[in-house]
């Protein structure tokens, strides 16, 4: 549960109602790291000392449900110079470390992140004679840090998140958010750690759909140029009907189709439905595991498995989940993508988990003939994955939510693949690593064309090329949410 009230509560009305003090003089009572993002907050709004807030009524370290303990609401009035409109300002408090007594985060020093090292802001924009700030985007932000928390995925500016539902539970097609560096709070140095801010922008489908298939900084910076589409402080607008490509076609032509074939996508891997079989093996033999078994359970992860899937996601991530991201509203089916940056060189190796188990000691078994199966959603996905990825030297990894189950795609130039040409399909346990060349990547897109037309797609669908001794079935969600899988 949460409440609204004026901020007269430790962040807003406790440094600013005292007797004339300066911003730098806080009461001891209230925690410090609530008064480095205080201080930048009154640094921007000095006027409004006590802004509204929604607060968790029963804290997170107490067992509530809401992680963040407040959001602030400020009014903006914008800059007409700039042509950036009047707006609502929000800003949260909790993912970084309030407290540094460890209720939440664990305190590791003042020179790191503090928590998770950043807070989420968002700027929407104020309707006519609209006197009161919505809390819809409040709960929005408690969403995402659910997410945060109980992944321990933290966010990145350009990263990309799939909601699948208006923001603001309306009509609207703002659906959808990128996330970007908020362009007027500075991070914020408090005695548990640094804090950045990065800014929810709200967008549209199709804007959503380019950002996976090239890159999230591209489209932000598409955004700042179109004044109705969030302009140069990317304010969201839920009464926007048009996209960006809309307002301007030449935009994906020239600017996004021209992006993907120079620089690939920066889409590295998604929790999706998926599975594989082996067909090289017959069903009876289970003596090491495959990806669905009746009757039994498929061997888990290793660690370093484990780990080099987590470091492939933190790079690019979709969540179709309930349990991992709770949604807002108990009909909503919400998702969550994240890209990031590639590194130079793409590589399947994790630093962080080379110590777990040395590799020799991980059993790779290699196939012979395999078949995946997707359901709509997730197969949509695979010319991304073949255009944007492997084309590029890159891979892409699909992580089954509903287990251990994992396929990576890489490609001739990946470093720390256990696939290799002379043996193009292995597997770790539950992970399927498949290599493919770009000859044959080249004819998969050929062949797989029509899985950029879902409107005219019929399930189930079966693609196979017998001399690669590969098949790939599109299959419907239900085949997916049955206890066999």
Same mark, same amino acid.
């Given at each position: 549960?949460?409440?609204?009230?004026?901020?007269?509560?430790?962040?807003?009305?406790?440094?600013?109602?005292?007797?004339?003090s300066?911003?730098?003089?806080?009461?001891?009572?209230?925690?410090?790291?609530?008064?480095?993002?205080?201080?930048?907050?009154?640094?921007?709004?000095?006027?409004?000392?006590?802004?509204?807030?929604?607060t968790?009524?029963?804290?997170?370290?107490?067992?509530?449900?809401?992680?963040?303990?407040?959001?602030?609401?400020?009014?903006?009035?914008?800059?007409?110079?700039?042509?950036?409109?009047?707006?609502?300002?929000?800003?949260?408090?909790?993912?970084?470390?309030?407290?540094g007594?460890?209720?939440?985060?664990?305190?590791?020093?003042?020179?790191?992140?503090?928590?998770?090292?950043?807070?989420?802001?968002?700027?929407?924009?104020r309707?006519?004679?609209?006197?009161?700030?919505?809390?819809?985007p409040?709960?929005?932000?408690?969403?995402?840090?659910?997410?945060?928390?109980?992944?321990?995925?933290t966010?990145?500016?350009?990263d990309?998140?799939?909601?699948?539902?208006?923001?603001?539970?309306?009509?609207?097609?703002?659906?959808?958010?990128?996330?970007?560096?908020?362009?007027?709070?500075?991070?914020?140095?408090?005695?548990?750690?640094?804090?950045?801010?990065?800014?929810?922008?709200?967008?549209?489908?199709?804007?959503?759909?380019?950002?996976?298939?090239?890159?999230?900084?591209?489209? #932000? !910076?598409?955004?700042?140029?179109?004044?109705?589409?969030?302009?140069?402080? =990317? /304010?969201?607008?839920?009464? *926007? @009907?048009?996209?960006?490509?809309?307002?301007?076609?030449?935009?994906?032509?020239?600017?996004?189709?021209?992006g993907?074939?120079?620089?690939?996508?920066?889409?590295?891997?998604?929790?999706?439905?998926?599975?594989?079989?082996?067909?090289?093996?017959?069903?009876?033999?289970?003596?090491?595991?495959?990806?669905?078994c009746?009757?039994?359970?498929?061997?888990?992860?290793?660690?370093?498995?484990t780990?080099?899937?987590?470091?492939?996601?933190r790079?690019?991530?979709?969540?179709?989940?309930?349990?991992?991201?709770?949604?807002?509203?108990?009909?909503?089916?919400?998702g969550?993508?994240?890209?990031?940056?590639?590194?130079?060189?793409?590589?399947?190796?994790?630093?962080?988990?080379?110590?777990?188990?040395?590799?020799?000691?991980?059993?790779?078994?290699? #196939? !012979?003939?395999?078949?995946?199966?997707?359901?709509?959603?997730?197969?949509? =996905? /695979?010319?991304?994955?073949? *255009? @944007?990825?492997?084309?590029?030297?890159?891979?892409?990894?699909?992580?089954?939510?509903?287990?251990?189950?994992?396929?990576?795609?890489?490609?001739?130039?990946?470093?720390?693949?256990?696939?290799?040409?002379?043996?193009?399909?292995?597997?770790?346990?539950p992970?399927?690593?498949?290599?493919?060349?770009?000859?044959?990547?080249?004819?998969?897109?050929?062949?797989?064309?029509?899985?950029?037309?879902?409107?005219?797609?019929?399930?189930?669908?079966?693609?196979?090329?017998p001399?690669?001794?590969?098949?790939?079935?599109?299959?419907?969600?239900?085949?997916?949410?049955?206890?066999?899988?």
């Amino acid at each position: 549960m949460e409440g609204v009230r004026p901020g007269g509560g430790p962040p807003a009305g406790g440094p600013g109602s005292g007797s004339g003090s300066g911003s730098g003089s806080f009461p001891s009572l209230f925690p410090p790291g609530l008064h480095g993002i205080y201080g930048e907050c009154r640094r921007l709004y000095p006027d409004q000392p006590n802004p509204l807030q929604v607060t968790a009524i029963l804290k997170y370290w107490l067992g509530g449900p809401d992680p963040l303990d407040y959001v602030s609401m400020y009014r903006n009035l914008g800059n007409p110079a700039l042509n950036v409109p009047e707006h609502w300002h929000y800003v949260s408090f909790g993912l970084s470390d309030l407290y540094g007594d460890n209720r939440v985060h664990e305190f590791t020093g003042t020179d790191g992140p503090s928590g998770f090292g950043f807070e989420l802001t968002f700027r929407l924009k104020r309707e006519t004679g609209e006197s009161a700030p919505p809390t819809w985007p409040a709960e929005l932000m408690q969403g995402l840090a659910r997410y945060v928390f109980q992944s321990e995925n933290t966010f990145c500016s350009g990263d990309h998140v799939s909601w699948h539902s208006p923001l603001d539970n309306s009509e609207s097609r703002i659906q959808h958010m990128l996330l970007t560096e908020d362009p007027q709070m500075q991070p914020v140095q408090t005695p548990f750690g640094v804090v950045t801010f990065l800014q929810i922008v709200g967008v549209c489908t199709e804007e959503l759909h380019a950002a996976q298939q090239w890159n999230g900084q591209g489209i #932000l !910076e598409l955004l700042r140029t179109v004044p109705v589409a969030g302009g140069p402080w =990317l /304010i969201t607008d839920m009464r *926007r @009907g048009e996209t960006i490509f809309e307002i301007d076609p030449h935009l994906q032509q020239e600017r996004v189709d021209k992006g993907i074939e120079t620089d690939g996508s920066n889409l590295s891997g998604v929790s999706a439905k998926c599975a594989w079989d082996d067909l090289s093996r017959p069903p009876e033999d289970d003596e090491d595991s495959r990806s669905i078994c009746i009757g039994t359970q498929p061997r888990r992860l290793s660690g370093k498995d484990t780990e080099q899937i987590r470091e492939t996601l933190r790079r690019g991530l979709e969540i179709n989940s309930k349990p991992v991201l709770p949604p807002i509203n108990a009909q909503r089916q919400n998702g969550l993508n994240l890209d990031r940056a590639p590194s130079r060189k793409d590589s399947l190796e994790s630093e962080s988990s080379a110590a777990i188990i040395p590799h020799e000691l991980i059993r790779t078994r290699q #196939l !012979e003939s395999v078949h995946l199966k997707f359901n709509q959603e997730s197969g949509a =996905l /695979i010319p991304l994955c073949l *255009r @944007g990825r492997l084309l590029h030297g890159r891979h892409f990894t699909y992580k089954s939510i509903t287990g251990d189950t994992a396929i990576t795609f890489v490609s001739t130039g990946v470093e720390g693949a256990f696939a290799t040409e002379e043996h193009p399909y292995a597997a770790h346990g539950p992970w399927l690593q498949i290599l493919l060349t770009e000859e044959f990547v080249e004819r998969m897109l050929e062949d797989l064309e029509d899985l950029n037309s879902p409107e005219e797609f019929k399930l189930p669908k079966e693609y196979s090329w017998p001399e690669k001794k590969l098949k790939v079935s599109i299959l419907p969600d239900a085949v997916f949410d049955s206890p066999l899988h």
